[in-house]
């Protein structure tokens, strides 16, 4: 049976910090998660990308889902070109899902840089999107392991967010 909550990492970094906040989440919500490392994608041409193999499992995996969180690296004061690669290849599948974010950054000034990604979700694919995300820096990490209480206590929170919502579905 489909995972009702589905993350999905989206940094192709080995030693990303997006991911830590992603697998604390899949663990937090007993959901599935997905490494997009392990998924590697074509670029979206428009065209016959969106028949590759890897585009088809993930495009099934988030249409079986009800709530989708991206973990996301912030590159440039916006989300990944990864996270964004996805979006644009599975489409569809993000029809009316509700939809969170965990963003590990290098410091405190991108803290709005999910906007574009969110307002493109809520518009293009009427997905609801959770007010509540996690915003983590370098900082609350240390040892490859999320020390901050606050970052930890933040994702908690996402998650009952989520499942909130959910059950009012």
Wanted: with cysteine; aromatic share 8%; charged share 25%.
């Amino acid at each position: 049976m489909p995972a009702e909550y589905l993350v999905i990492s989206a940094s192709l970094r080995p030693a990303s910090l997006s991911r830590l906040l992603g697998q604390f989440l899949a663990k937090e919500l007993d959901g599935d998660h997905i490494d997009l490392r392990e998924f590697p994608l074509p670029m979206c041409d428009g065209d016959v990308a969106y028949d590759d193999p890897n585009v088809e499992k993930l495009r099934g995996r988030i249409e079986a889902a009800r709530v989708v969180l991206l973990a996301v690296p912030i590159y440039n004061y916006d989300a990944n070109a990864a996270v964004k690669n996805l979006v644009e290849l599975t489409g569809g599948a993000w029809e009316d899902k509700i939809v969170g974010f965990a963003c590990a950054a290098g410091g405190q000034s991108s803290y709005m840089s999910m906007i574009g990604l969110a307002n493109s979700l809520m518009l293009d694919f009427r997905c609801i999107i959770l007010p509540r995300f996690v915003y983590a820096t370098g900082a609350d990490f240390d040892d490859g392991k999320i020390t901050s209480p606050e970052i930890k206590k933040r994702l908690e929170q996402l998650a009952g967010s989520a499942r909130r919502l959910r059950s009012d579905k």
